[in-house]
């Protein structure tokens, strides 16, 4: 590796260590990432760098629900034609933007900044628990969601926070498991199309 | 798209965009790498971006062969140790590096910093033709490897090189095309299976 590192300038070197830590983003594709910022659009390198460094600046996590803001409480927090009855708790802002893609959520959302990960010694403490029960307590939530993800850590962490959740009388509730829209149940995994049928909804019969 | 625009902050919504411009990186991919970064690795982020800018200031085009270089003339032109009678013509900087890490070079180089593309207005003038010219004709250059990828562009290139070049007496080669190593006939086009044909090389039997 002598021979590469006398090849290719350090400061290009750094660069390619960094874009690597990206996710989805492995040594070659790094590699062309750089050469292709320097080689070919320095603008673009040059702007990124800045652009990187300024949301790095001006975000922060929303005091209210810990989504990225630029100021101290979101514009989804701050939205007042929002439904504040219902609290959608997510894992990350991308599952936020995801829901909110859909276009068809009207309520508010609480960012989890962690999952339930006990193998990596991340406890239920550390998920910024205490800070949703302040949340919930506040304000005039009476409907909870819970759409953590449906991997073990996610419904480690829905399970958690839905016992610590049912003495508050609120309404607890999870997002839906089953096929997903336009797949073919044969290439579903076996668990998913169980889920499917045991939560199976009744169809209204009309005339 | 409104919605989505309220969602994100603006210094995030830019940099989503600088980060599309990555090449094989799209709107979906951009966004986890830019959430990833700031709500996650928010270190990385600004080290990203600072790294950004150090590497533009800090390295330019070799003056010899247009690699990049941090200083005039890049660290491969300056090592003694090289072949300078041979000559390998690259399309860009990472086609270089593709070269260096076989390990079994040890000549130099130049890399056009376009490849003869009529149809995109990309003449051969622009080439740095004239400059390729010069740094054979300065030197002690006795092989040119026409190393341009073999896509109509490079091939285009390759043919142009190979017609002005022919009047210098210099030995002017390409490298060879054929079947990838480790790779199955049946599952190879056409036309390189033809050419792997066509280009067979005569082995020679012992006993």
Redesign the interface.
Known sequence: MA??D???????E??VD??R?????GPK?A????????????E?????????????N??RSCKKCNG???QDI???CL?NTRDTGVLCVVE???D??AI??T?TYRGLYYVLMAKYAPLDGVEPQGLGFNRLLERVQDSLVTEIILATNFTNEGEATAFFLQQRLKPLGLRVSRIARGIPIGAEIEYIDPSTVARALLDRQKIKLTD
């Open positions: 021979k590469k006398l090849m290719t300038p350090p400061s290009v750094q660069l960094l874009l830590q990206l996710p989805g983003v594709s590699q062309r990432m750089s050469l292709h910022l320097l080689h070919k659009n320095r673009a390198a040059a702007a990124l760098g800045h652009a990187l460094l300024q949301a790095v001006t975000t990225l803001a630029e979101c514009m989804v939205d990350n802002p991308a936020m933007l909110e893609a276009g």
